[in-house]
């Protein structure tokens, strides 16, 4: 299966607590890497299973069977099943179980953030001012706010939930009550689309037929070094703070024991701004260099140390998925390295079969 992997390149580890944890993606090779941890986190793992039978013959009858289960989650099955036979035997039978966790029924699916408009931006806003005339481009920028998300130096949203819509609901792919930040100007460059790691986890096998984004309802611009406070467009708020961004895939697609890798477009350059609210669209991101390491954005993410190699390599439990963690020579460590310690990494990634 495909998994990612971290890489701690000129980057580092915060370690800030101990506390509990309980499984795959990866963090390779590097230069710099940092890790945080702190106290808390648990993982509960059950298993049930439970197997009646009978048998009634009155000459010659027999059965055998067996069910054997292994579960990454918990599982929980029972086996019904009775013979009746007058001569040579007959058998009915019945099973019924269900499973939740990575047990062949779910697929890997990682989730960056983009911005595929690159340049657009930039581009556009200087080419319409000189062209029109420095009248017209200030009048328009002034008049209906339009002009320039480009001239911000920073634009920072932060990101709670991404789900996957199917026509069973909502199937979360990232979570964080406290809401990752996202500056959504370092997500492209000159030389095009930039990639930011948000998570590696497993879903459902399916067809999903778009993507919803929760975010903070307000964020911040920075304009020649001053920040400024923004605000969603009130037709996207949902009356709790958030902004709930959605969009649908060009065609379904389908998770299967493949994966699949979801990028998701912040296209700031058609983002407009009318007195004072923020008319945001977000949309289907390419995937072309979303394995090239020079191509990403520092990400963090938050877990719990498992299965610690010590100066070399550990697993960072985050939710239901793990990401393997490879620390470089130069990886900076605030804090003591241990089992079940609580850590933040900021790392780059790169692909990896697992």
């Known amino acids: 299966m495909n998994r990612y ?3 701690a390149v000129g980057l580092a580890i915060l370690v800030i607590g101990c506390g509990g944890a309980g499984g795959g993606s990866g963090l390779t090779g590097g230069t710099t890497g940092l890790i945080s941890t702190s106290t808390g986190g648990s993982t ?33 099955g029972s086996t019904t099943g009775s013979t009746t036979g007058s001569t040579t035997g007959t058998t009915t039978g019945s099973t019924t179980g269900s499973t939740t966790g990575s047990t062949g029924s779910t697929g890997d699916v990682t989730v ?11 581009t556009t806003g200087s080419t319409t001012g000189t062209t029109t005339g420095s009248t017209t481009g200030t009048t328009t920028g ?12 920073s634009v920072i949203v ?10 069973s609901g909502n199937t979360p792919i990232f979570s964080d009550p406290n809401g990752t930040p996202i500056d959504i100007k370092q997500l492209s460059d000159n030389t095009g689309a930039k990639f930011e790691f948000l998570n ?20 911040t611009v920075v304009l020649n070094g001053q920040t400024l406070n923004k605000q969603f467009s009130a037709a996207v708020l949902d009356g709790q703070g958030h902004a ?17 890798t979801i990028a998701i477009d912040f296209d700031l350059a058609a983002w407009t701004e009318t007195n004072g609210q923020t008319t945001a669209t977000i949309g289907n991101g390419s995937t072309v260099n979303v ?63 697992n």
């Open 158 to 167: 932060k990101i709670y939930e991404v789900d996957l819509i199917s026509a």
């Open 291 to 353: 394995t090239d390491p020079t191509r990403q954005v520092t990400s963090r993410s938050v877990g719990f140390i498992l299965n610690l190699v010590t100066g070399q390599s550990f697993d960072l439990k985050h939710g239901n998925h793990n990401l393997h963690v490879v620390m470089g020579p130069a990886t900076q460590v605030n804090g003591t390295l241990k089992n079940n310690a609580h850590a933040f990494v900021y790392a780059v990634w790169s692909f990896s079969q």
């Open 112 to 122: 960056v953030v983009t911005d595929d408009s690159g340049t657009t931006g930039s």
């Open 200 to 219: 590696n986890t497993v879903v459902p096998f399916g067809t999903y037929t778009g993507v919803r984004v929760v975010l903070d309802q307000n964020f």
């Open 142 to 153: 002034g008049t209906t706010g339009t002009t320039d998300f480009s001239a911000y130096s």
């Open 44 to 76: 509960t793992s059950s298993t049930t299973g439970s197997t009646t039978g009978s048998t009634t013959s009155s000459t010659t009858g027999s059965t055998t069977g067996s069910t054997t289960s292994s579960t990454t989650g918990s599982t929980t």
């Open 244 to 260: 709930i961004l959605t969009y649908s895939f060009p065609s379904p697609i389908t998770v299967d024991s493949t994966g699949a």
């Open 5 to 7: 992997a971290w890489i």
